[in-house]
Structures are given as C-alpha cells and as structure tokens.
C-alpha cells in the first residue's frame, strides 16, 4: 500500500528508480543482487524486492528475513528453492523454472541455488526494507565453544571448518573458495516432482495420530449391521423385531463377546476398554 503520510504534491516524491543502480551484493558480473527499497523508491510504502542474478551452482545463502515475507518468481533460467516448516520439522524443496514462484513465509530459514547459467529471479517482500540475516554471521560470530559444547562436538574440528568464513557470503561459494565438486548438488536431479516434501536424514520417523473418529465410525457401523441381522433374522421367524423382544437374553449371547459399556460422550471410557 501506499504510504498514508506522503505529500503527493511535494517536488522529492518518487515514482522511478534505475534497480541497475542499487547493487545490494555483487560477487561477480554473472552473480549479484539489486535492491529495490523505500529508501530507493520513497512511495513504495509496504513493499520491496531483491532483483537476483545467478549462474549455475550458486547459492543465495541459507538465511531469514525477520521482518517480511518473501515470494520467489522465476523470470529466466532454473532454480532450487529450499525452506524449513518450523513446525512440521520438514525441509521442503522446489525446483521452479520461468512463470513459477515459490511463497517463504516470513521468518522461515530459506535459501536459493540456481541449476542453470543465467538465471533470474525476483523476490518480492511486504516490508519497505527487507531485512537479511544469513547464516555466516551465525556461524562466524557465535563462539566455536557454544557450538561445540551445546550439540557435543569437538571444539578443534568446528574451529577448522568455520575458519574460512571471515565476512558475510550471502552468494555462496564465496569467490576464493579452494574446495572444488564436480558438479553442485542439486535438489532437482533428486527430485521428480516441482515440489518435494524431504524429512531430515536423521530425523526420527513420524507416527501418525489414531484417527479416534474412524474408530468411532466403524464401531458405529458394526453395531449398525449387527441390528440388520437381527431384525432380518426376526423378520424371517414372523416375530416383529423390537428391543425388548431380545432383551432376556445375556448380553454375551446377543453380540456374541463380552458385554460393554454404551457409547456416551465423546466415547472415550468405550475405547479405553477395547486396549
């Protein structure tokens, strides 16, 4: 929306910007990121976008927008967007080409990797500024200790594998980076579908919930069928079927187990008797 305090009349008030002269980070002429803000744009009001360009195996680094959420659209080229549900413990996956977008919600830890030379993307936030927090500041500002003591692991080998990141990446390898791959890994080339749904590895295996209304249902059905018989039987003696006319007998010998109590509630008394 429009920013509701803007003096429309005003000689500085702008409606135009040149994104090619607002680079936000650039590692190289095929890798680099312009940014379009309120500060940029002053009539922008609740809006902002990254204007993204990646060659293959690049990665915009794992990271969190605290303060918008963020719609990733593909102009041209490939992409692998990645992001972590908080609260499903699931990391989800999406291979999207030109037209499809992907929808980060705010604050969710998230991260891009082009799969093909000359890609670009568009990420749209609903903040006049978007606020980038990436994983290198973490890794790099947080003691080596903290992490080695809070997840058990050795302190020296932490040190040895975060020595190298001395400033924030954001594109990611970072230029003078000596570790070569044969080819950069790709969700795509693992997953068939545009969009995957992929647990940890080591994430422990999810027990789905007792559906307690099946239950329900089917107990219900039963109860339902036995009635039907019973009525048919009577029908084919001549004896009108009622209640009462069964009700001498032993509750065993009429359901043919043992007697249980009537479903009443929520019926959770019934089920803790079946287990």
Request: net charge positive; hydrophobic share 50%.
């Given at each position: 929306m429009a920013v509701s305090y803007m003096d429309f009349t005003s000689p500085n008030v702008q409606f135009s910007f040149d994104l090619n002269q607002s680079t936000f980070i650039k590692k190289d002429n095929r890798n680099y990121i312009n940014l379009l803000s309120v500060n940029e744009l002053n009539t922008l009001g609740n809006a902002s976008l990254l204007d993204i360009f990646l060659s293959r195996g690049n990665v915009i680094e794992p990271h969190t927008h605290q303060n918008a959420s963020e719609i990733v659209y593909c102009i041209s080229g490939a992409a692998d967007v990645s992001l972590i549900n908080p609260f499903t413990k699931k990391l989800l996956q999406y291979s999207i080409k030109p037209g499809q977008v992907v929808n980060v919600p705010q604050g969710w830890w998230h991260y891009e990797m082009a799969t093909v030379d000359n890609t670009h993307l568009l990420a749209v936030f609903d903040?006049?500024?978007p606020q980038f927090i990436g994983a290198s500041d973490m890794l790099r500002l947080t003691p080596p200790g903290v992490?080695?003591?809070t997840y058990c692991l050795d302190?020296?080998?932490v040190q040895e594998a975060l020595a190298p990141i001395k400033g924030s990446v954001v594109i990611g390898p970072p230029a003078n980076c000596s570790r070569q791959?044969?080819?950069?890994?790709s969700a795509a080339s693992a997953y068939s579908q545009p969009t995957a749904e992929v647990s940890y590895p080591d994430e422990q295996e999810h027990i789905q919930p007792f559906d307690w209304h099946q239950l329900m249902l089917e107990q219900q059905k039963r109860l339902m069928q036995q009635q039907q018989e019973m009525f048919e039987q009577k029908q084919a003696q001549g004896t009108p079927y009622s209640d009462t006319a069964v009700s001498p007998q032993p509750e065993e010998a009429r359901h043919g187990g043992p007697?249980?109590?009537p479903v009443i509630g929520n019926?959770?008394?019934?089920?803790?008797?079946?287990?």
């Open positions: 903040a006049p500024i992490f080695a003591h302190k020296a080998k791959e044969a080819a950069p890994p007697a249980r109590p019926g959770w008394d019934f089920f803790g008797n079946l287990f």
